[in-house]
């Protein structure tokens, strides 16, 4: 399955932004899928994932409350609502795609988001 992230961009602290990743090329109602992040200089870190059918999402601790994941699996597309930005939230994001919530094998390009103070 191939991944293309979307929507990154220069906000502001306290702003809202909203990530899509389309999918193609593979069955996107079989795959979990996640977002993940890397900021300068830290290793890559979970942000949130989805399983198959919406039922269960899981958030890190540091975006809990203020990102939200959801799916839209008629257009093979997964969404990363981001609000109450932080500069600490600046990162490259990635989506990702799995047959669970564990391992992730399908990976798109980042989409860079940049939060100023």
């Known amino acids: 399955v191939q991944l293309q992230a979307s929507g990154g961009g220069l906000v502001q602290a306290g702003d809202s932004l909203k990530l899509s990743c389309t999918a193609s090329g593979g069955t996107f109602s079989a795959y979990a899928m996640g977002w993940f992040r890397q900021a300068p200089g830290k290793e890559r870190e979970h942000v949130a994932r989805i399983s198959w059918n919406g039922v269960t999402t899981v958030y890190a601790n540091s975006v809990k409350g203020r990102f939200t994941i959801s799916r839209d699996n008629a257009k093979n597309m997964v969404f990363l609502q981001m609000n109450s930005l932080k500069p600490e939230d600046t990162a490259v994001y990635y989506c990702?795609?799995?047959?669970?919530?564990?391992?992730?094998?399908?990976w798109g390009q980042g989409t860079l988001v940049t939060v100023s103070s």
């Open positions: 990702a795609a799995g047959r669970d919530l564990v391992q992730w094998p399908y």
